[in-house]
């Protein structure tokens, strides 16, 4: 099994490169930061694939994936995991590169590496497209605005993309998780500041990314004949709340 996984380089992405790797499969890590990824290369030896590019620049994208070598050019299954929120300000002030951001990494990303290695999966008549979404996509909070757009892109683009695919052996899935500690996630939201990306899982037994690991590496495992088409994670300690409203007193 030949496995592409993107936004390797820590959270999600990382827990996943090594449960494959794990399992002998060749696994292909993509990520913008050149340097973990060699030092992954030399962790997992030669079944790994380092790939440094942009997955939200088509150009690069299209490029590393056509220079695959051919030992690793296969992919059975695609985790598109690249993404991330920045930033929790309000639609009115938030920032408009932190958006163009988001849309690059959680919408074009998606759309490039699935477009670029479906056509191989459909022609060796195998193949898994997974990509991480997340419970934002379906809930709104202040502040969630473009990143819960993009999850919820990902979302419909999958349940689409399984539109265009029935009756192919071609699965596709969205894993969808909560509340997830442990990952670079919302120190990458706020700017580097530690202290806040902390006070988010204060009190809390989060989810792993070793969990979502472990859920991606799951649904491949299944009989080829079904698809799980959505999975939604949350902590125990996480759940629904009342609607916000604002009351004039």
Request: net charge neutral.
């Amino acid at each position: 099994m030949t496995v592409f996984v993107t936004g390797a380089t820590a959270g999600f992405g990382l827990a996943t490169v090594r449960k494959f790797a794990k399992d002998g499969a060749k696994v292909i890590g993509t990520g913008r930061r050149e340097n973990r990824l060699a030092d992954l290369a030399k962790e997992i030896g030669p079944n790994f694939l380092p790939l440094t590019f942009d997955v939200g620049s088509r150009k690069d994208a299209e490029k590393a994936i056509a220079g695959l070598p051919v030992q690793f050019a296969s992919v059975d299954v695609l985790v598109n995991n690249a993404g991330g929120a920045l930033g929790l300000d309000p639609a009115q002030s938030a920032s408009l590169d932190d958006w163009d951001a988001m849309v690059d990494s959680n919408v074009k990303g998606v759309m490039y590496c699935t477009r670029l290695l479906l056509p191989g999966m459909l022609e060796r008549g195998r193949g898994h497209v997974i990509s991480i979404g997340s419970v934002a996509g379906e809930f709104p909070y202040p502040g969630g605005n473009v990143y819960g757009a993009a999850k919820a892109f990902v979302h419909q683009f999958s349940q689409n993309l399984r539109a265009d695919l029935v009756g192919s052996p071609i699965r596709v899935t969205t894993i969808e998780p909560g509340l997830c500690g442990g990952t670079e996630f919302s120190e990458v939201r706020f700017k580097g500041d530690k202290t806040k990306a902390a006070a988010v899982y204060d009190g809390t037994q989060p989810l792993t990314a070793e969990d979502i690991a472990e859920a991606i590496h799951w649904v491949t495992t299944l009989p080829p004949h079904m698809n799980v088409n959505v999975m939604q994670l949350m902590p125990v300690c996480q759940a629904f709340g009342p609607f916000n409203i604002k009351r004039n007193k």
